[in-house]
């Protein structure tokens, strides 16, 4: 990644665009469901600091907390939010199964046309 020096910095400002210094060394990783589920988890279940959890795992405490809202719904005991996380699991176990079978599906077709066409 380019480094972009402050000469560069005051120019973007000067220009009127919006420009922090963080953004240009911004990572964009991205993380898996079990991932994110996983450290959630730690926080919710076993007790442990966002803080703790984010430097050892090294994620933001920001993301963290936007996790945390999104697989323990607000006012929802530890259960339902239990079977809330098992529940997108499935979801997401039943749509990769999908797209698989759709490919069988789609090669199928394409082998039947060709052997139609080859008989014919």
Do not use: C
Not at 17 to 41: D, G, I, N
Request: proline share 4%; net charge positive; glycine share 4%.
């Amino acid at each position: 990644m380019p480094v972009i020096r402050p000469a560069r910095m005051r120019r973007l400002r000067k220009a009127g665009r919006q420009f922090t210094y963080w953004r240009a060394f911004m990572s964009s990783r991205r993380f898996s469901q079990e991932f994110k589920e996983h450290a959630v988890r730690q926080i919710v279940e076993q007790s442990q600091p966002v803080a703790d959890v984010s430097e050892r795992l090294g994620v933001s405490a920001h993301s963290l907390y936007k996790w945390i809202k999104v697989f323990k719904p607000a006012g929802a005991p530890g259960k339902i939010a239990e079977e809330l996380i098992e529940t997108r699991n499935e979801l997401s176990r039943l749509q990769a199964q999908l797209r698989l079978l759709e490919e069988e599906r789609d090669i199928l077709q394409k082998a039947a046309r060709y052997f139609a066409r080859m008989a014919g």
